[in-house]
């Protein structure tokens, strides 16, 4: 397969083209200009001097011949008009006034010699300033050679013929040099357009993987946790009840259940290994495949525990799309984590889900002292904002603080537009 090339960007140095794969510009002279700019400027500026130097010997024949002073002053004229075009690129209007000097100043005879030198220049003030200037420059030159053609009439009255000749023939030239110029020009404003715009999107584009890459890792992040921490902090707290009773059969108990809550883990852990290593997953797919389980599962992991957990529910949330359950579940299972964690004192904890035209969740344990809610983030956790997150990720929103009598309240409002299901708990069932 070829190699291929990395050319530079039209007006930008080599190298400047951010990366973008670009055809290479046809014909060798124009990939040399493009290379070597002083030398191709340093070459025009020559050929408009061997152009101009002829006409100071092969003039027009006036009645009022040059002196041999004018005849100096136009060469030294054209000479240093001439390396004024070194700066076109970078000076085009002021170039453009320079080379404008001899045909203002030069006797009739004289004033050919210097027509394509302004030429040259009108030509770069199109190309590298713009259209309308290049328009405007023409426009104040011709006004200028009118005024100029004008003087001279009045003061060889019987060379009007030539002086109106020589006024149309540099009218005409500048024109040519105008047309052309905006032609070149506009094309390049227009590739450099293009390409500035594909660099743009190159740069959105790398900022979209870098923020989507971002995302994704916060959602792995959320998923990690939500799995490692509940199911870890249900089986320390099985782990603990089993090494302080002194009954074998419930530290039997205690141990199975501590097997189960682990298997669990196991599963969903797989479960969303599985997800990461698809090669193609399809856009926004859930990290997992499966609902880790439900709310009721979260309770009843939490009463094996030990923990006054008290379940109520007002409507079917089987009804609720699966991204909605998906996130109920999780944050009861936060909630019920930081519970047991941070509230190992708690006499009572609620858990209360309303499925209507949203799907409010509350969870509220009496076992916290009361404390600012900032307090409670500035710990480093990852709890709190996850579950934001979460709920934000479906449209809803969740708030977390304490409350009078000791107790902490996590609310969340969930939008679920109805799906067609029969299954869950009954309105009003409570799980004891």
Request: charged content about 20%; proline content about 7%.
């Amino acid at each position: 397969m070829p190699r291929r090339t990395l050319t530079a960007v039209v007006g930008a140095p080599p190298g400047a083209d951010d990366g973008l794969l670009l055809p290479r510009e046809p014909g060798l002279f124009r990939r040399y200009w493009a290379r070597h700019r002083r030398i191709a400027d340093a070459l025009i500026a020559f050929v408009a001097l061997v152009l101009s130097a002829p006409a100071v010997t092969l003039r027009a024949e006036f009645g009022a011949p040059p002196t041999d002073a004018q005849v100096w002053l136009a060469v030294g004229l054209i000479l240093l008009a001439s390396a004024a075009l070194m700066l076109r690129r970078h000076r085009p209007l002021a170039v453009f006034v320079v080379t404008m000097v001899p045909v203002l100043v030069l006797p009739p005879s004289l004033v050919p010699a210097s027509h394509l030198l302004p030429a040259f220049a009108l030509y770069a003030v199109a190309v590298y300033r713009s259209a309308r200037a290049c328009w405007i420059a023409l426009g104040a030159a011709t006004a200028a050679m009118t005024a100029s053609t004008a003087i001279a009439a009045l003061a060889l009255p019987s060379e009007l013929t030539s002086l109106v000749t020589t006024l149309v023939s540099a009218v005409v030239v500048l024109l040519i040099a105008a047309l052309i110029g905006v032609n070149v020009g506009n094309r390049r404003r227009y590739l450099e357009a293009l390409i500035d715009r594909s660099r743009q999107l190159l740069v959105e584009r790398d900022q979209q993987a870098r923020l989507g890459a971002a995302a994704e890792r916060t959602r792995i992040a959320r998923e990690m946790h939500d799995i490692v921490s509940h199911n870890l902090t249900v089986v320390v707290a099985l782990a603990e009840g089993a090494t302080a009773t002194t009954d074998p059969a419930r530290a039997r108990v205690a141990t199975e259940q501590i097997a189960a809550t682990a298997r669990g883990a196991l599963t969903e852990m797989r479960a969303m290994l599985g997800v990461l290593r698809d090669p193609d997953p399809s856009p926004g797919a859930p990290l997992s495949p499966i609902l880790p389980a439900t709310a009721g599962d979260a309770v009843e992991a939490a009463q094996r525990a030990g923990f006054p957990v008290r379940l109520h529910t007002e409507g079917r949330i089987d009804s609720a799309p699966a991204e909605v359950r998906f996130a109920v579940t999780r944050i009861v299972q936060e909630s019920l984590t930081n519970a047991m964690r941070h509230a190992p004192a708690a006499s009572r904890i609620d858990v209360r889900i309303v499925v209507g035209e949203d799907v409010d969740v509350e969870i509220i344990n009496d076992g916290v002292h009361a404390r600012p809610e900032s307090a409670a983030d500035s710990r480093g956790g990852y709890g709190l904002p996850g579950l934001r997150e979460r709920a934000a990720h479906v449209g809803g929103q969740l708030t977390a603080g304490p409350a009078e009598g000791g107790r902490w309240i996590v609310r969340a409002s969930l939008p679920a537009p109805a799906t067609t299901g029969t299954a869950g708990l009954e309105p009003g069932e409570e799980n004891p």
